[in-house]
């Protein structure tokens, strides 16, 4: 791999779970790339293993799970099989994390200052006074009001939108080559959630940073990512543009996710819904993983599982035609 290349690589990334009745398959050769400053929408049900995929990544995954295959290359470089002190070091200088809740990533009895300064020191290595003013530099840049004076306050003293700008704000402390945010947005008002959104599409234009949003929600995705890759136990069913995904959807889980999604501008219908639920690590059938749930399936569906393809960039792990 050249410069040239993607920022990010993932070949084949398989993750497994021990446990004492063998080992739960959790992503089944995950494979995706992500260029600078794109922002990638991975989306799908609870238990798809999208957090997963983002953990496994960063080199956040602990024991009993673990990578059992496959590659993840970050600027051509390979950091899947890292040592941990080694994935510590990428984790927060090259690669940033923005969580659900950011009470998870925000300690209670320290200071926001504090945090921020002592992150900034040990990625920059810089001096207390530089610290602060980049600490202030960041919060202003993800829109918190008196950042300055703000600086010695507590997480409990924000409301939520602020400390996931708090948070946002840690991430971007080494300037990262690439931020993972997992639901950055689940609990939040409408209204905060889109001013989130508009601050990770920001950091890709004024950072080169490129993001993977990791989201259970559609129009989220439809509102914030380049391309999308819809995911289903352990595995990417569908990639592609978003736009062309959500307006032209090939698999049938795709179909079924945007068919339940009420029109905005035409006629009111009756939504749809995918029956049945998302198959536990451990009682996934032969075949096709959505063939128990799938309006369309036959036979080969039940036998064979489908290869991730597609021309055009837009790809889909399904035997029907089109």
């Given at each position: 791999?050249?410069?040239?290349?993607?920022?990010?690589?993932?070949?084949?990334?398989?993750?497994?779970?021990?446990?004492?009745?063998?080992?739960?398959?959790?992503?089944?050769?995950?494979?995706?790339?992500?260029?600078?400053?794109?922002?990638?929408?991975?989306?799908?049900e609870s238990g798809?293993?999208?957090?997963?995929?983002?953990?496994?990544?960063?080199?956040?995954?602990?024991?009993?799970?673990?990578?059992?295959?496959?590659?993840?290359?970050?600027s051509g470089r390979?950091?899947?099989?890292?040592?941990?002190?080694?994935?510590?070091?990428v984790l927060g200088?090259?690669?940033?994390?923005?969580?659900?809740?950011?009470?998870?990533?925000?300690?209670?009895?320290?200071?926001?200052?504090?945090?921020?300064?002592?992150?900034?020191?040990?990625?920059?290595?810089?001096?207390?006074?530089?610290?602060?003013?980049?600490?202030?530099?960041?919060?202003?840049?993800?829109?918190?009001?008196?950042?300055?004076?703000?600086?010695?306050?507590?997480?409990?003293?924000?409301?939520?939108?602020?400390?996931?700008?708090?948070?946002?704000?840690?991430?971007?402390?080494?300037?990262?080559?690439?931020?993972?945010?997992?639901?950055?947005?689940?609990?939040?008002?409408?209204?905060?959630?889109?001013?989130?959104?508009?601050?990770?599409?920001?950091?890709?234009?004024?950072?080169?940073?490129?993001?993977?949003?990791?989201?259970?929600?559609?129009?989220?995705?439809?509102?914030?990512?380049?391309?999308?890759?819809?995911?289903?136990?352990?595995?990417?069913?569908?990639?592609?543009?978003?736009?062309?995904?959500?307006?032209?959807?090939?698999?049938?889980?795709?179909?079924?996710?945007?068919?339940?999604?009420?029109?905005?501008?035409?006629?009111?219908?009756?939504?749809?819904?995918?029956?049945?639920?998302?198959?536990?690590?451990?009682?996934?059938?032969?075949?096709?993983?959505?063939?128990?749930?799938?309006?369309?399936?036959?036979?080969?569906?039940?036998?064979?599982?489908?290869?991730?393809?597609?021309?055009?960039?837009?790809?889909?792990?399904?035997?029907?035609?089109?």
């Open positions: 791999m050249t410069k040239a290349g993607p920022l990010l690589d993932v070949n084949d990334l398989t993750v497994e779970i021990a446990t004492r009745h063998g080992a739960l398959r959790v992503l089944d050769q995950v494979s995706l790339s992500l260029e600078r400053s794109e922002v990638l929408g991975v989306v799908g798809a293993g999208k957090s997963m995929l983002g953990n496994a990544i960063a080199g956040l995954l602990e024991p009993p799970a673990s990578v059992t295959g496959g590659e993840v290359a970050l390979r950091i899947d099989s890292l040592s941990r002190d080694a994935a510590r070091r200088r090259e690669i940033g994390m923005v969580f659900q809740d950011p009470l998870t990533s925000l300690d209670p009895l320290f200071s926001i200052g504090d945090q921020l300064e002592e992150t900034i020191r040990v990625h920059l290595s810089v001096g207390p006074r530089e610290a602060r003013d980049t600490a202030v530099k960041l919060l202003e840049e993800t829109g918190l009001p008196a950042a300055r004076s703000r600086l010695d306050d507590y997480p409990h003293q924000f409301s939520g939108g602020m400390r996931q700008r708090v948070v946002l704000a840690l991430a971007l402390c080494a300037n990262p080559q690439l931020v993972i945010a997992d639901e950055p947005t689940t609990a939040l008002d409408v209204s905060i959630q889109a001013q989130i959104i508009r601050l990770l599409q920001r950091m890709c234009l004024d950072h080169g940073t490129a993001v993977i949003l990791i989201t259970h929600d559609m129009g989220v995705i439809a509102d914030a990512s380049e391309r999308v890759a819809v995911m289903y136990a352990g595995r990417i069913v569908e990639i592609g543009p978003t736009s062309d995904v959500i307006s032209r959807p090939r698999h049938p889980y795709t179909q079924g996710l945007m068919g339940a999604i009420p029109p905005l501008k035409r006629q009111p219908r009756r939504l749809e819904q995918i029956n049945g639920n998302m198959p536990r690590a451990d009682k996934l059938l032969g075949g096709c993983s959505f063939h128990p749930r799938c309006p369309l399936v036959f036979e080969k569906c039940r036998h064979e599982s489908p290869v991730l393809e597609g021309g055009e960039g837009h790809a889909k792990a399904c035997w029907l035609d089109g």
